[in-house]
């Protein structure tokens, strides 16, 4: 069993030593000398040209048209979603303005109602008081209160 293991370790020990290293050495003037001759651990460049691929015009065209109807497919579908998008979002901006502008009608009413009654009466008063000027504040008070009891009954 342990020549085994032992037998284990020497092959893995030795499968981990590179042989570039073996051969020239890990020195630095040893890396320098071969990088300036051009000599290093990475396979050279192949040429690239001579594995290129050619394709035939014909093939090329009908790949090219290919991709293009995809494209203009999804952007069609894209744009209909967008245009639908777009109508639900105009829809609910015109419901919110809607809602937003009859509160503001509410409120402007509700704010109206109180002024505008005090400023008809107001020159209501100031109308009669000129056509009248023996009328005073009571007696106005007075007629406007019986006014208002002989309406409410």
Excluded: W, Y
């Excluded at 109508?87 to 809602?99: D, L």
């Excluded at 008809?120 to 008063?125: N, Q």
């Amino acid at each position: 069993m342990r020549r085994l293991e032992a037998l284990e370790a020497n092959e893995s020990s030795e499968c981990q030593k590179d042989p570039f290293d073996e051969v020239m050495g890990d020195g630095r003037a040893v890396h320098k000398r071969l990088v300036r001759i051009g000599v290093s651990r990475k396979k050279p460049k192949e040429n690239v040209a001579g594995n290129s691929l050619i394709l035939p015009k014909e093939v090329m065209e009908s790949i090219k048209s290919a991709v293009v109807a995809d494209v203009q497919k999804e952007m069609s579908v894209e744009r209909e979603e967008i245009t639908k998008e777009n109508e639900a979002h105009a829809a609910r901006v015109a419901e919110i303005e809607r809602a937003t502008k009859q509160q503001e009608m509410r409120d402007d009413l509700a704010t109206q109602k109180e002024p505008m009654t005090l400023d008809v009466i107001s020159s209501a008063l100031a109308q009669l008081r000129q056509k009248d000027p023996s009328l005073t504040s009571e007696m106005i008070a007075k007629v406007i209160m019986a006014s208002a009891t002989s309406n409410s009954a």
